[in-house]
């Protein structure tokens, strides 16, 4: 186990890092902040330079690969770092210098248990990516198939381990030490950062994400997902189809290309729609580095390592806050909130209304493309303080992706607004998932899976009740040889312990 002196050195080596970026201001000023951790904040910037404007992203760039990772996790928490960091770092794209190739191909050699050459005719010595966790070459397979071959860096595992134990550390003691600190729940955070981390770092977990989202973007036509060479994959390399399109960051090949702008945008929006509220499974880093345009005016998604899930429960009630907030119907999604647990009962109901219609109405008259709804999201923050909302990890993923799809969808059309290309979509959803037609099938789907389980329940009330005037079943008994003891009390405390352990068993069959 790392002692707290190596967790605290760590964090005091990497606080230096974040200091020269000016990445600690907030914390320091921040009045929630508790006491000790501003102290610390103040000795790791003691005598460096620190910049005028923060620079979030490009601290944890430098810190190194798994802090890209966590900067990327913290994005989702604006409530915790605040807006403006929470979108510096939704700049964090991975972009690393690369391994040496030798090195890529040595590690696809153990992986595969044999040589790359054996399943690929070709593979291209620069990658066409380095990321935090792994790097991308372009291959050609034996059977003549282009595909982008993924291979894990060597050594990342390790490196992850060490700043994930500190992390939770770190994130235990800040728990400690204030009431605000258990309310926005950091060791939770790091917690979600573990598991999604453990997932990225086993490339099988990530083709399978990429195959069910494949099967379950059916209704999308327009909305491709590459398919996985199995026979080439492993827990350390992923081998993918190959997509020859544009990314959707580079407008003016776009427009070269004679792309229709409005109508990328507007598939984006619906997929995400499909994937997170009637699917609950959506891919949960849509940024315009993984998403492409091909030919048909349709978009491909790229790395499935980070993806959210949303229980059904959880969906309706998010289709409803969406609805409630794009209608103005605020008592509608006060009561949601109270409903979904999300707002402790104490609270009332009205004054959250109320607190919703102060965020949700400045926006309402302003013109369709000066509507935000990550600007909704962050006036919904701003009170959660307040109301002693609890953080729901889903739901922040969840954010952070509508604040990510939305910034590609405006940079795809600036005219766009996410609130009016969502409103038909989640109103039909919410119809056919809330009202009668949906109600009666629900009904009978549980009415139908009662009368499944009747035998089966007949059955094991006569296993404990038989039939009047049958023999009850025997039950096995095993040979047990009988000792002799004399009389008097110790024949009287024998058979008291006999008929006790009788009365027992009996008990114990019958119940």
Not at 202 to 226: C, G, H, K, Q, Y
Not at 359 to 365: D, F, I
Request: no cysteine; hydrophobic share 45%; charged share 25%.
């Amino acid at each position: 186990m790392t002692s707290p002196l190596v967790h605290s050195w760590r964090l005091l080596k990497w606080g230096r890092i974040l200091a020269r970026h000016g990445a600690l201001r907030g914390i320091e000023r921040d009045p929630n902040t508790p006491a000790p951790v501003r102290r610390l904040a103040r000795i790791a910037r003691f005598g460096a330079r620190v910049p005028a404007q923060p620079r979030y992203a490009d601290a944890f760039q430098a810190i190194g690969p798994a802090a890209i990772k966590l900067g990327q996790t913290l994005a989702t928490r604006p409530d915790l770092v605040g807006e403006h960091a929470a979108h510096d770092l939704l700049r964090l794209q991975d972009q690393l210098p690369p391994v040496p190739f030798e090195t890529i191909r040595a590690a696809m050699a153990a992986s595969f248990g044999r040589d790359p050459n054996e399943l690929f005719q070709r593979i291209e010595e620069v990658p066409v990516g380095a990321a935090s966790i792994a790097q991308v070459h372009r291959a050609i397979t034996t059977d003549g198939r282009q595909v982008a071959v993924k291979v894990l860096r060597p050594g990342v595992e390790d490196d992850f381990t060490r700043a994930i134990d500190t992390y939770q550390w770190a994130a235990a003691q800040l728990e400690g030490m204030s009431i605000e600190a258990r309310r926005l729940r950091p060791r939770l955070t790091v917690e979600n950062f573990r598991r999604w981390t453990l997932r990225e770092l086993n490339f099988r977990r990530e083709a399978a994400s990429a195959s069910e989202l494949a099967e379950s973007m059916t209704a999308e036509p327009d909305f491709e997902v590459p398919a996985i060479d199995w026979q080439r994959s492993t827990a350390k390399v992923l081998t993918i189809e190959w997509i020859d399109g544009i990314k959707l960051s580079d407008r003016a090949a776009l427009l070269a290309a004679g792309y229709d702008l409005p109508k990328l945008a507007s598939t984006l929006v619906h997929a995400f729609l499909r994937q997170a509220i009637a699917e609950g499974f959506f891919h949960a880093d849509m940024h315009q580095g993984n998403l492409f345009a091909l030919p048909g005016n349709k978009i491909a998604a790229i790395d499935f390592g980070i993806m959210g899930r949303i229980d059904r429960r959880a969906r309706v009630w998010l289709a409803e806050i969406l609805y409630g907030l794009i209608t103005g119907n605020y008592k509608r999604v006060a009561e949601i909130h109270f409903e979904a647990g999300y707002v402790p009962s104490h609270h009332n109901v009205a004054e959250f209304a109320t607190a919703l219609r102060a965020v949700g109405e400045p926006m309402r008259g302003l013109p369709v493309k000066d509507m935000s709804i990550g600007m909704m999201l962050d006036g919904l923050f701003s009170i959660t303080r307040d109301f002693d909302m609890v953080t729901q990890p889903h739901l922040l993923l969840l954010q952070k992706t509508m604040v990510m799809v939305e910034g590609v969808a405006t940079g795809l059309d600036p005219n766009i607004n996410l609130w009016d290309t969502a409103a038909p979509f989640v109103r039909e959803w919410i119809r056919t998932e809330l009202g009668p037609e949906a109600a009666v099938a629900d009904r009978l789907i549980t009415d139908l899976r009662t009368l499944a389980r009747l035998p089966d329940l007949v059955r094991r009330i006569e296993a404990h009740y038989p039939v009047p005037g049958g023999e009850p079943p025997s039950l096995p008994l095993r040979e047990i040889e009988v000792v002799r003891i004399g009389g008097g009390w110790r024949y009287a405390a024998v058979a008291l312990l006999a008929a006790a352990a009788s009365v027992g068993a009996t008990l114990l069959m019958i119940h």
